[in-house]
């Protein structure tokens, strides 16, 4: 039995599986990326336990198929050299998946910054005097948690399940009193459904590019549209005409408001192609939000949109509340305020860097940049350190690597580095420089054979 | 009286020289200021009327005379000549529809009315983020078309290097002072811009082009007749062809000041002249004198490419991304990774000719299929050690760059795909699972991972770091390609079975 094991794993059908079966996993993992993006191909693909089994598996094909041609036969040489090099870079790649750090880190101009940031997600909660921090998994698919935190004593909070990749969808409660309208957005392409939802006097608007749209009570109307339309710029103002049972709209046109007596059919707005229509109007119903797990679409990382569903006691009556990445959620639990929020996973270094000044130098006569530089600080030492595209600053077994830059809204440059720490970056390159003389080995050793073959005739 | 006849004689002077200005021959090589670098006039402005009208609008006139007449306020020449039609192209249905129109040629003075409109729908729909962006993007290419058209139109588009050696628009000078300019450019900047000029004019692929046929038509005449004469003349059409290449290369390389190992454009070039030098050293190494042919074969395939699949491979000579900067692992990475794209290229025309062979006459073929196959897994060991040192070194590269050895981008794991696929099929042969013609038919399917790889990554996934070497019109490219290999492999596979019956 144990034999047979030892054949089977030893031979080539298995090797050919397994390299068969990695590359229909790299393939599908390509595949995945350009529809879903990098962090969900690598959560679904890379990243998962299924491809480091793959990798184990090759490890055990490699060094079996190595037991077998022993004893050392020198012909062999090329052979053992590559296949031991090749056991040599997976050791070092499931090391660095294991043990590396790869993170990133975003420097505003002049301030003192100690951590670093990662695609991980965590569970930030705080109070006014403490901050409570819970990784939250990395995988792809939606998570049942239910976690029973104890933030203090007497204030419990319930993690039921966490959405990595989420969507919003819409489910309706009856609510008495409210008014809610459905209308579909469509700038000349695509269209959009929104939902604006007022209980009796409220206000609710919805922002559409430059455009706003308000739904204001009839005398708010009245008052608004007596001003000048130039004190609203891009706004449209929305009521509901009881008397008429219609809608009263109130859009800018040309510096004067154009007031509307509207039923159905689409009103155009004053960009080209640009129109608002209502589908739907609902009495006593109101939408509340819900999230549901959907890989993202287009292979742009940055809108991805996660959420959290926890559950607590407010007013002694329980109550479950969506947390998204996209806000702070302030929640009451037993009449204490707590703010909750998923934010990227930190951790911190033992130095900090400041920015003291960013440079980038931009092609000539274009906005193309042609390089770019940071100077830091190391814990505020009056020394500078040079961080530009291709030089990276070591630190502590960590490197920094100059990968972007961004502007923010006071148009400070912020400089972002990667940052490294890769514990199998030697074994790497050990096993890269065995390969190499192993496959020069391998071809000179064919060589020679062919060589004596053809003297031997 | 006097100050005003001789300020008026004055003008009518400067009339004068404005209107001979525009067909002065020497216009060509002036100096002229595009994309972060000094060009001669003549590319700079074939640039611009490309970037607009696709090409130039006007056949009454040549390229720099369109543009000077443009540029120095005398459109209306052109308006009114019946031969221009100053047209721009636009695809997008949406956009046409916003525009009032139905066919896809749009006068630009037409399309000037509608700027204002088509800001403010930009604006909008970059604000609102939407997902479906193609409108967006037609119109932010049109509005840089417009925007580039009124900058040529008020002169700004043209910079000419004045006595301080700085850049400025023609609208500030006059005709004596522009046509002066050459002598403003130091000695080596001089010796670049006729370099660039000679580069554009004389088209040194064109004339490999040339070469190569003729070293293909006797490289098949030598290998067919064993004429002593015909081969001499190969031996001499393949070295005068590579050289060629090469000259046009070093050119290349001295005019952009960076290897020439960039883009798309610039590995097709290498990947055809490596497949080219690779079967002329395999010809004299295994005395097989079918190799040649085929090697000319590919550098055809690839100077065809270069010269008339612009859309997909942009021959300009543009500034590069600060990553691909001074680098050079970059430099060894890409050229150790092209020319293992040679030898698979090479390995994939010999199965195509072996296997077109063996499908129309295969009586008696088993002998010249064992020599072919022998040859096929000499390449193809070559081929995986260049790859397999591409990759590492592209490993070396992201290190350095980007502080990582692997990163799963998806040209990386394509490279490594095709790494795998080719390890599988030495070992399968190894093993002797690929018998005869079977092992001809998958490494001829094999190629179809290399230019999954190469072409494919860019134009089919276009995600991730490496898309920076991307264009578009690819797609179509690789779909004829994949249609074309399956019917040979159609048709071989029934052979095969056909025999075996």
Known sequence: MKNNFFIFISSMKFAISVLFIFMCMMIYGTIIESMHGTLYAKRAVYHSPFFYAIYVALIFSLFFSFIKRLPFKKTLMG????????????????????????????????????????????????????????????????????????????HPLEVIKYVPFAKEIQNWISKVGTWTTVWQLSDGQSFKKINLSVEKEGIDSFNWGPATMTIIPMSSLDEISKKPSSQFANQIFISRDEENESLQVLLPEKGKWNKLLYKSGSINLPWSGV?????DEFFDMSPIQNYESTPPRGSNDTNNLEALLVRFNANNRPLEVWVTNQNET?????????????????????????????????????????????FVRINGAPELFQVYMNHPLKMFGHTFYQSSYYQNSSGEFHSVFSVNRDPGRFIKYLGALFLTLG??????????????????? | MRKLFLLLSLFILSLNSWAKFCSDPNLETLPSFSEGRMQPLIVHASKSLKQIFGKNPCPSFNQIETYCLLS??????????????????????????????????????????????????????????????????????????????????????????????????????????????????????????????????????????????????????????????????????????????????????????????????ETVMLTG????LLAGILHFALKNKHLLPIGFTINLVCLFMMRFSTEMLDGEIKPLVPVLRDNFWLSTHVTTITLSYACFALAWFVTNYVLARF???????????????????????????FLAAGILLGGIWADYSWGRFWGWDPKETWSLISLIIYVIILHGKYANWFKDVLFTIVTNAAFMFILMTWFGVNYVLSAGLHSYGSSTGGTSFLISIFIFETAILTLSLLRWKNLKT
């Not at chain 2, 002249?273 to 080219?276: E, H, R, S, T, V």
């Open chain 2, 359 to 385: 499908i129309f006459k295969s009586t008696d073929f088993n002998q010249t299929l064992e020599t072919w196959n022998k040859a096929l897994r000499i390449i193809l060991q070559v081929g995986v050690v």
């Open chain 2, 72 to 265: 120095t306020g005398r459109s209306e020449e052109i308006k009114n000549n019946s031969n221009c039609k100053l047209t721009t192209l636009v695809k997008h249905h949406e956009l046409l529809t916003m525009l009032g129109r139905v066919e896809s040629e749009i006068d630009i003075f037409e399309a000037l009315n509608f700027k204002q409109a088509l800001i403010e729908k930009y604006n909008f729909l970059e604000e609102s983020k939407n997902e479906d962006s193609s409108l967006a993007q037609a119109i932010g290419t049109l509005l840089n078309k417009l925007a580039l058209f009124e900058q040529i139109r008020a002169g700004d588009d043209w910079k000419f290097l004045n006595q301080n050696h700085t850049w400025k628009s023609i609208n500030t000078s006059n005709p004596n002072e522009i046509l002066a300019s050459k002598s403003n450019t130091t000695a080596d900047e001089s010796k670049r811009l006729d370099l660039e000029y000679n580069y554009q004019k004389y088209s040194i692929f064109a004339l490999a082009i040339f070469l190569s046929i003729l070293g293909f038509i006797f490289s098949l005449l030598s290998a067919r007749t064993e004429n002593k004469f015909f081969s001499k003349l190969t031996i001499f059409f393949f070295s005068t062809s590579l050289m060629a290449e090469l000259c046009a290369m070093i050119m290349r390389t001295l005019i952009s000041g960076r290897s020439p190992i960039t883009n798309m454009y």
């Open chain 1, 275 to 279: 129109k608002i229509e209502l589908v």
């Open chain 1, 439 to 457: 496959l020069v080995l391998y071809f000179f050793l064919i060589y020679r054979e062919k060589k004596t073959a053809k003297g031997s005739l």
């Open chain 1, 330 to 374: 302030k929640i009451n639990i037993n009449d204490k305020d707590f703010f909750v929020s998923l934010r990227p996973k930190t951790i911190p270094l033992p130095f900090s860097i400041t920015l003291d000044n960013f440079r980038v130098k931009y092609i000539e006569g274009t906005i193309m940049p042609e390089s770019y530089e940071s």
């Open chain 1, 79 to 154: 052979f053992y050299t590559v296949h031991i090099s090749l056991i040599t870079i997976l050791i070092g790649a499931i090391i660095t998946g294991l043990y590396g750090l790869d993170a990133h880190m975003d420097l505003p101009p002049q301030q003192s910054v100690a951590e670093v940031t990662l695609d991980q997600v965590a569970l930030n909660i705080r109070d006014e005097n403490t901050n409570y921090a819970y990784d939250l998994p990395t995988s792809k698919n939606e998570q049942k948690l239910n976690w029973q935190l104890k933030l203090d004593s007497n």
């Open chain 2, 273 to 276: 002249a490596g497949g080219l």
